[in-house]
């Protein structure tokens, strides 16, 4: 079963793991929590107050915003429970895309206004830098070595390594059973990295794509053992198909998830660090979660802010 039709069921049948509340078309938007609210279980609709009379001297990219009057943010478009597009809607929807939509409210824009551009993990950076993306949401983890190219507000999400596996396999229960084994992830991420550099497997065995459910494709048809990332995005595909995948092991890596910036627009940066705060201290972010990624059953752990 093809993981691109297992979420277009999911979604028609108003049972997807990334509800789609406050879901936004690329190019087209929609305002928040017009997505499909049928159902006694639908989550109430996430609204966000524009914030009015924004004005942050020195900030490059938000003087470029002011002028489009629109927003432009990078963002993925196959992680259930995260940052998913609908194929036969154009939707957005996921954890992921309610941050950017909080964040673009904060800032004084309408979300409906924000054109959702997919990129994928390896032009984060580049997209970034050549402003092709006002800010990037899409569980891009801070690194050192990508603060050198970019810089980061938040976290305003934790996560950790770990594994996904065929349901009927009981040879991989760990990181340190992936020997052997052919591992998946996506080109450029923190994952695929962490398995190379501590030589988790092979390096033939180590397969690497562009989009997670690329790789999740490949584990269900038998090409690989094993996919790895952030144990959020791995549960929300068992959760698609948990006749056939499960997520096995403890986390080994811990991931925290920023917003993506220029790298030399501090005001812009500690303008969202602030938005995230506020949603942090006033129950905004706990109602995200639970609207989103809190589907997925994975209990809920607030971040802890790291400005510089």
Same mark, same amino acid.
């Given at each position: 079963?093809?993981?691109?039709?297992?979420?277009?069921?999911?979604?028609?049948?108003?049972?997807?793991?990334? /509800?789609?509340?406050? +879901?936004?078309?690329?190019?087209?938007?929609?305002?928040? &929590?017009?997505?499909?609210?049928?159902?006694?279980?639908?989550? %109430?609709?996430?609204?966000?107050?524009?914030?009015?009379?924004?004005?942050?001297?020195?900030?490059?990219?938000? $003087?470029?915003?002011?002028?489009?009057? %629109?927003?432009?943010?990078?963002?993925?478009?196959?992680?259930?429970?995260?940052?998913?597009?609908?194929?036969?809607?154009?939707? #957005?929807?996921?954890?992921?895309?309610?941050?950017?939509?909080?964040?673009?409210?904060?800032?004084?824009?309408?979300?409906?206004?924000?054109?959702?551009?997919?990129?994928?993990?390896? $032009?984060?950076?580049?997209?970034? %830098?050549? &402003?092709?993306?006002?800010?990037?949401?899409?569980?891009?983890?801070?690194?050192?070595?990508?603060?050198?190219?970019?810089? #980061?507000?938040?976290? !305003?999400?934790?996560?950790?390594?770990?594994?996904?596996?065929?349901?009927?396999?009981?040879?991989?229960?760990?990181?340190?059973?992936?020997?052997?084994?052919?591992?998946?992830?996506? /080109?450029?991420?923190?994952?695929?990295?962490?398995?190379?550099?501590?030589?988790?497997?092979?390096?033939?065995?180590?397969?690497? #794509?562009?989009? !997670?459910?690329? +790789?999740?494709?490949?584990?269900?048809?038998?090409?690989?053992?094993?996919? =790895?990332?952030?144990?959020?995005?791995?549960?929300?595909? $068992?959760?698609?198909?948990?006749?056939?995948?499960?997520?096995?092991?403890?986390? #080994?890596?811990?991931?925290?998830?920023?917003?993506?910036?220029?790298?030399?627009?501090?005001?812009?940066?500690?303008?969202?660090?602030?938005?995230?705060?506020?949603?942090?201290?006033?129950?905004?972010?706990?109602?995200?979660?639970?609207?989103?990624?809190?589907?997925?059953?994975?209990? $809920?752990?607030?971040? =802890?802010?790291?400005?510089?």
């Amino acid at each position: 079963m093809r993981i691109r039709t297992l979420a277009v069921g999911l979604l028609a049948g108003g049972l997807a793991l990334t /509800t789609l509340t406050a +879901c936004g078309k690329e190019g087209t938007p929609t305002s928040p &929590g017009s997505g499909d609210q049928s159902g006694t279980n639908a989550p %109430a609709a996430l609204s966000y107050p524009v914030a009015q009379g924004v004005d942050l001297q020195g900030s490059p990219v938000f $003087a470029k915003m002011k002028s489009a009057g %629109a927003l432009t943010v990078g963002a993925k478009d196959d992680q259930p429970g995260l940052g998913l597009k609908d194929p036969t809607t154009g939707k #957005f929807g996921g954890f992921d895309i309610e941050i950017a939509k909080l964040v673009s409210a904060g800032l004084g824009f309408d979300p409906e206004k924000i054109t959702f551009r997919t990129v994928d993990s390896g $032009a984060r950076e580049q997209t970034i %830098a050549n &402003g092709d993306v006002n800010y990037y949401v899409g569980t891009y983890s801070i690194t050192d070595k990508r603060k050198a190219l970019v810089s #980061f507000a938040g976290p !305003y999400f934790v996560a950790g390594q770990d594994l996904l596996v065929r349901k009927d396999d009981s040879s991989i229960t760990g990181k340190d059973t992936l020997k052997g084994k052919k591992v998946c992830s996506v /080109t450029g991420s923190t994952p695929i990295q962490k398995v190379r550099s501590e030589n988790l497997t092979e390096p033939g065995n180590i397969v690497e #794509f562009q989009k !997670y459910s690329q +790789c999740v494709e490949k584990l269900l048809s038998k090409d690989v053992d094993a996919v =790895t990332t952030d144990d959020a995005i791995l549960k929300g595909y $068992a959760a698609q198909d948990p006749d056939n995948l499960k997520v096995v092991g403890q986390t #080994f890596s811990t991931e925290k998830y920023g917003i993506g910036l220029n790298k030399d627009d501090k005001v812009l940066r500690d303008k969202v660090n602030e938005i995230l705060q506020k949603a942090l201290d006033d129950g905004t972010w706990d109602k995200i979660y639970a609207a989103t990624l809190g589907k997925s059953g994975s209990p $809920a752990k607030k971040p =802890t802010l790291e400005k510089y």
